[in-house]
Each structure stands twice: as C-alpha cells, then as structure tokens.
C-alpha cells in the first residue's frame, strides 16, 4: 500500500503563491507519473496537472496553465505544485494521486487512480 502525503496548503489572498509538495515515505515515486487533483466543496474531484516518471510530458487543466507549475525532484521523492497568481476559485482540497500502472502521462489526469495522498486544504480569500 502505498502512503502519499501532502503538505503546504493555506490561506492565502487572492494573487498569492503556494508551493504544495507530495511525498511518499518508503516507496520509490521515481517510476510513477504523479499527478495533482482537487476538490472544491460540492464539485467534483477534478485533475489539475500530469507529471511523467521520465518521458518529460506534463499537462495541465485549462484553468491552471500559466499559473500552476507541477514539478519533481526524484532525489527528494517528492513532487510539487507551485500556484501563483491564486484565484478565490483555485480554493480546494488538494490532492495527489498515482497509480502503480501509469509511469507516464496520457493528458489531465481523469479518474480513478489507485493511490490518494489525505488532501491539504487551499482557501484563498482576502
């Protein structure tokens, strides 16, 4: 089983930054394509951004392009997701997600997946 952990959610004002990160004690993330999802209350779980184990293809949602940058650091096994330029509708849990079966991306991630890291929550409000 694998564990993921999130950390680095927020509050933070609107036009504001937030690097969250991913990691997973005692697995090895550097084969797996890492993904990022997320909720906002009483909507979906959504994709937000693809990173491949090492083809170097990485998507992102429409509404995030330009402002969110998902990226890894296999030394460190952790993955990232630095958000500028928040936006009050960018307010989610935020998740990350892999799966022992993908070690590249297709597109924005689409569920299911098979391991989920607990969320950490991103509230940007003034």
């Known amino acids: 089983q694998v564990q993921l952990e999130e950390s680095g959610g927020g509050l933070v004002q609107p036009g504001g930054s937030l690097r969250l990160s991913c990691t997973a004690p005692g697995f090895n993330l550097d084969y797996y394509a890492m993904n990022w999802f997320r909720q906002a209350p009483g909507k979906e779980r959504e994709g937000v951004a693809c990173?491949?184990?090492?083809?170097?293809?990485?998507y992102y949602e429409d509404s995030v392009k330009g402002r969110f940058t998902i990226s890894r650091d296999n030394a460190e096994n952790t993955v990232y997701l630095q958000m500028n330029s928040l936006k009050p509708e960018d307010t989610a849990v935020y998740y990350c997600?892999?799966?022992?079966?993908?070690?590249?991306?297709?597109?924005?991630?689409?569920?299911?997946?098979?391991?989920w890291g607990q969320g950490t929550q991103v509230t940007v409000s003034a």
């Open positions: 997600a892999t799966d022992a079966n993908r070690s590249n991306c297709v597109g924005v991630p689409r569920l299911p997946f098979e391991f």
């Open positions: 990173i491949s184990s090492h083809d170097g293809a990485i």
